[in-house]
């Protein structure tokens, strides 16, 4: 007999119109659509086209009209400035009317781009919401990336306005976000009209005249402004990620697909409801910290957790279990090095004892591979689900989850379980047919995608055509790895492109590789991903100097290390770099990092047979060996 799951499944593949039509009637439209799925444009397919809707409104006005205004909202849970705050959705929709007046009497209207670059404060999802609210596409920049990866997307999105802070706090160190702010300015050809700024106690910033206002006076003085209908395939927001070289890409999000698609996602993959409490531990800066930080928890009428911390040393491994059990959190979704450090603070995890997590239903995880070892321990101890689940910035939601609230499958470590409804997925040879069940190709998706997941790139149709579709015609390509076996379940292995993951963050070895490439002593280099117990990858940088240059390697080293933090971010993680006399290569002249990387992580690999001169893996090997790297033929 079959389950929810199989059923909607077969539905949303059989007949899409109708299964995302019926689910879309949960959300509230000023005007319905003419077509449910518009394919009239292929390969570009937009959901919902002429219909009219604000997602501001579904967010918040919404459940103020529906009687919840005295809800919690939102939970603001700040370990590293001793703060705990909580609005609920009447407060949430006075303040987020009247940021979006002082939005609007900056000039900013329905289609202009504003980027926030905020630490994680409340403030950050008001900006959020009153840009949706307006029609204004907000493009929110991670904190930890520096005034150059800030400045590239300034170029790109062309802002009217910045929204940010004075500072940032990580663990105990106050990190001033306004210099930074200022540079990136400086560096980008592009200049906003203003930039607003919320001064935190910690750190006071200097204004400069004329461009930069003051959060508290802006909204001392601002009239609330309504939400204002926009089309469902207006965008709502620009989102950066990494690509294979230093320009990232700016995925966009519409407003109608997107919205249908995560209200669902709340009870269908995360089988919660409204009044439920919802922690994302994550980023407003990344996808997770957008989808299910701000829209989903509040498309449902959740209360949901802005947490500004870390898993560990805020003040230390209890402060998840203090959280879940003071806010009794119902749905817990971060990514696994977030237990790894946890597990490696209190590996008996003793510090649980001390509070009761009897509130706490389920774990999900996702943004890495979520090793079994990690997902052993979570069970061992918290003795309830844990989920692992498998998306992307682009695609905004799982492409394959166990979906609770339609059916629990028994899981298989290693896998995010079945494609979720929607997800037509496939994996293709290097022919581009697909393969057998169980052997390793690329992993697709059949077009069109589901609501929710990118339309485009921002004002780059062709880019979008050439990273995503044109490899294998008919399907969007994933760029992970992996498996689907017998059952169905996928297994996500590795990426195919030259992206890592570290600490559950996406980064560019291609965009490293062309900072090191800057510094005048270096002649080629190569950075790869290795293995790394805690944050599941780090980059190590490998380089070859210029003939004639006579310098400290160690000189060399710290510098680009430097230049890496400065130019891309400490987020980056690089924190490694060797220098070697030549870098192995194919006859054909590409650098053959897959056998690099098996040598620093020490791994059997095989020599290529593409290679003219062995003996340069021996001087690799003795490089690493320098640096703690190495290993076994
Ligand atoms: N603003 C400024 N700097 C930031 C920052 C921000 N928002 N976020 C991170 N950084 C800095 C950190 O201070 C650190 O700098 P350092 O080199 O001077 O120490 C660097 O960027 C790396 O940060 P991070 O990746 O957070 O590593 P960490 O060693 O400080 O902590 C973990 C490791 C595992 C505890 C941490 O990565 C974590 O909590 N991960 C949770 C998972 C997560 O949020 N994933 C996102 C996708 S779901
Ligand atoms: P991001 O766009 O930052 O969300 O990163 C997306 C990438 O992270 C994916 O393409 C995968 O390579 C990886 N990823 C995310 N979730 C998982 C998961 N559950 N299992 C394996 N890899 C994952």
Redesign the pocket.
Request: contains cysteine.
């Given at each position: 007999m079959s389950n929810l799951y199989d059923k909607a499944y077969e539905q949303s593949m059989n007949d899409p119109d109708g299964f995302w039509g019926d689910v879309a009637e949960d959300c509230h439209w000023y005007k319905k659509w003419d077509k449910v799925l518009d394919d009239s444009n292929k390969p570009f397919y937009r959901w919902f086209t002429g219909a009219e809707t604000n997602t501001c409104y579904n967010a918040v006005d919404l459940h103020v009209d529906n009687g919840i205004g005295d809800q919690d909202a939102i939970i603001y849970d700040s370990p590293v400035t001793d703060t705990i705050k909580k609005y609920t959705y009447s407060e949430l929709k006075d303040i987020v009317s009247k940021f979006a007046g002082v939005l609007k009497s900056k000039g900013v209207e329905k289609g202009d781009r504003v980027v926030i670059y905020m630490?994680?404060i409340p403030q950050a999802v008001f900006a959020m919401l009153a840009c949706a609210r307006i029609g204004a596409v907000h493009s929110v920049v991670?904190?930890?990336f520096a005034a150059n990866e800030l400045a590239t997307r300034i170029d790109d999105a062309k802002p009217k306005v910045i929204v940010s802070a004075s500072c940032?706090i990580?663990?105990k160190?106050v990190?001033k976000?306004k210099p930074l702010l200022d540079k990136a300015i400086e560096l980008s050809t592009f200049k906003p009209d203003a930039c607003i700024l919320f001064q935190r106690p910690q750190e006071k910033a200097s204004m400069i005249d004329g461009r930069d206002f003051d959060w508290d006076d802006e909204m001392a003085a601002a009239s609330p402004a309504d939400c204002v209908p926009v089309k469902a395939t207006d965008p709502l927001y620009i989102l950066y990620t990494s690509g294979t070289t230093g320009q990232p890409k700016g995925v966009v999000r519409d407003n109608g697909g997107h919205m249908v698609a995560l209200k669902w996602t709340m009870s269908a993959i995360y089988g919660v409801k409204q009044g439920d409490v919802y922690w994302?531990?994550?980023?407003i800066?990344?996808v997770?910290?957008h989808s299910y930080i701000v829209y989903g928890p509040l498309f449902k009428g959740c209360t949901t957790i802005v947490f500004e911390g870390?898993?560990?040393?805020t003040p230390d491994a209890s402060v998840f279990w203090r959280i879940i059990s003071q806010h009794k959190v119902n749905t817990l979704?971060?990514?696994p090095?977030?237990f790894?450090?946890i597990k490696r603070e209190d590996p008996q995890a003793k510090l649980m004892a001390d509070f009761d997590l009897s509130c706490f239903n389920y774990l999900f995880l996702?943004?890495e591979r979520l090793d079994p070892d990690t997902l052993f321990w979570a069970e061992k101890c918290l003795k309830i689900p844990v989920i692992d689940h498998w998306w992307q910035t682009e695609t905004g939601w799982a492409i394959a989850a166990n979906c609770v609230g339609l059916h629990s499958f028994d899981i298989k470590p290693g896998s995010p379980t079945k494609a979720a409804p929607g997800w037509n997925m496939a994996v293709l040879g290097d022919d581009g047919h697909p393969i057998r069940p169980g052997e390793i190709g690329a992993i697709v998706a059949k077009l069109p995608l589901p609501p929710g997941t990118l339309p485009t790139l921002w004002q780059n149709d062709e880019r979008y055509k050439e990273t995503y579709l044109n490899e294998f015609p008919g399907y969007y390509e994933t760029a992970d790895a992996g498996f689907i076996d017998e059952d169905g379940y996928v297994f996500v292995m590795a990426r195919t492109d030259d992206i890592i993951n570290?600490?559950?963050?996406r980064l560019s070895t291609g965009g490293m590789e062309e900072v090191i490439a800057e510094h005048p002593d270096v002649a080629e280099c190569a950075v790869m991903g290795v293995d790394d117990k805690?944050?599941g990858q780090i980059p190590l940088g490998m380089m070859v100097l210029n003939a004639g240059v006579n310098r400290k390697h160690e000189d060399v080293v710290k510098e680009v290390i430097t230049s890496i933090?400065n130019k891309i971010?400490?987020?980056?993680?690089f924190?490694t770099a060797v220098v070697v006399k030549r870098l192995p290569k194919t006859r054909s002249g590409k650098i053959l990092r897959g056998t690099m990387r098996s040598i620093a992580d020490q791994k059997e690999y095989k020599v290529p047979a593409t290679i003219d001169d062995y003996s340069i893996l021996d001087e690799i090997k003795e490089s690493l060996g320098t640096i703690g790297y190495g290993s076994k033929a």
């Amino acid at each position: 007999m079959s389950n929810l799951y199989d059923k909607a499944y077969e539905q949303s593949m059989n007949d899409p119109d109708g299964f995302w039509g019926d689910v879309a009637e949960d959300c509230h439209w000023y005007k319905k659509w003419d077509k449910v799925l518009d394919d009239s444009n292929k390969p570009f397919y937009r959901w919902f086209t002429g219909a009219e809707t604000n997602t501001c409104y579904n967010a918040v006005d919404l459940h103020v009209d529906n009687g919840i205004g005295d809800q919690d909202a939102i939970i603001y849970d700040s370990p590293v400035t001793d703060t705990i705050k909580k609005y609920t959705y009447s407060e949430l929709k006075d303040i987020v009317s009247k940021f979006a007046g002082v939005l609007k009497s900056k000039g900013v209207e329905k289609g202009d781009r504003v980027v926030i670059y905020m630490p994680m404060i409340p403030q950050a999802v008001f900006a959020m919401l009153a840009c949706a609210r307006i029609g204004a596409v907000h493009s929110v920049v991670f904190g930890g990336f520096a005034a150059n990866e800030l400045a590239t997307r300034i170029d790109d999105a062309k802002p009217k306005v910045i929204v940010s802070a004075s500072c940032g706090i990580e663990v105990k160190k106050v990190i001033k976000y306004k210099p930074l702010l200022d540079k990136a300015i400086e560096l980008s050809t592009f200049k906003p009209d203003a930039c607003i700024l919320f001064q935190r106690p910690q750190e006071k910033a200097s204004m400069i005249d004329g461009r930069d206002f003051d959060w508290d006076d802006e909204m001392a003085a601002a009239s609330p402004a309504d939400c204002v209908p926009v089309k469902a395939t207006d965008p709502l927001y620009i989102l950066y990620t990494s690509g294979t070289t230093g320009q990232p890409k700016g995925v966009v999000r519409d407003n109608g697909g997107h919205m249908v698609a995560l209200k669902w996602t709340m009870s269908a993959i995360y089988g919660v409801k409204q009044g439920d409490v919802y922690w994302a531990a994550s980023d407003i800066g990344w996808v997770v910290g957008h989808s299910y930080i701000v829209y989903g928890p509040l498309f449902k009428g959740c209360t949901t957790i802005v947490f500004e911390g870390k898993p560990v040393g805020t003040p230390d491994a209890s402060v998840f279990w203090r959280i879940i059990s003071q806010h009794k959190v119902n749905t817990l979704f971060t990514a696994p090095t977030a237990f790894r450090a946890i597990k490696r603070e209190d590996p008996q995890a003793k510090l649980m004892a001390d509070f009761d997590l009897s509130c706490f239903n389920y774990l999900f995880l996702a943004g890495e591979r979520l090793d079994p070892d990690t997902l052993f321990w979570a069970e061992k101890c918290l003795k309830i689900p844990v989920i692992d689940h498998w998306w992307q910035t682009e695609t905004g939601w799982a492409i394959a989850a166990n979906c609770v609230g339609l059916h629990s499958f028994d899981i298989k470590p290693g896998s995010p379980t079945k494609a979720a409804p929607g997800w037509n997925m496939a994996v293709l040879g290097d022919d581009g047919h697909p393969i057998r069940p169980g052997e390793i190709g690329a992993i697709v998706a059949k077009l069109p995608l589901p609501p929710g997941t990118l339309p485009t790139l921002w004002q780059n149709d062709e880019r979008y055509k050439e990273t995503y579709l044109n490899e294998f015609p008919g399907y969007y390509e994933t760029a992970d790895a992996g498996f689907i076996d017998e059952d169905g379940y996928v297994f996500v292995m590795a990426r195919t492109d030259d992206i890592i993951n570290v600490a559950g963050h996406r980064l560019s070895t291609g965009g490293m590789e062309e900072v090191i490439a800057e510094h005048p002593d270096v002649a080629e280099c190569a950075v790869m991903g290795v293995d790394d117990k805690l944050k599941g990858q780090i980059p190590l940088g490998m380089m070859v100097l210029n003939a004639g240059v006579n310098r400290k390697h160690e000189d060399v080293v710290k510098e680009v290390i430097t230049s890496i933090r400065n130019k891309i971010g400490p987020v980056a993680a690089f924190k490694t770099a060797v220098v070697v006399k030549r870098l192995p290569k194919t006859r054909s002249g590409k650098i053959l990092r897959g056998t690099m990387r098996s040598i620093a992580d020490q791994k059997e690999y095989k020599v290529p047979a593409t290679i003219d001169d062995y003996s340069i893996l021996d001087e690799i090997k003795e490089s690493l060996g320098t640096i703690g790297y190495g290993s076994k033929a």
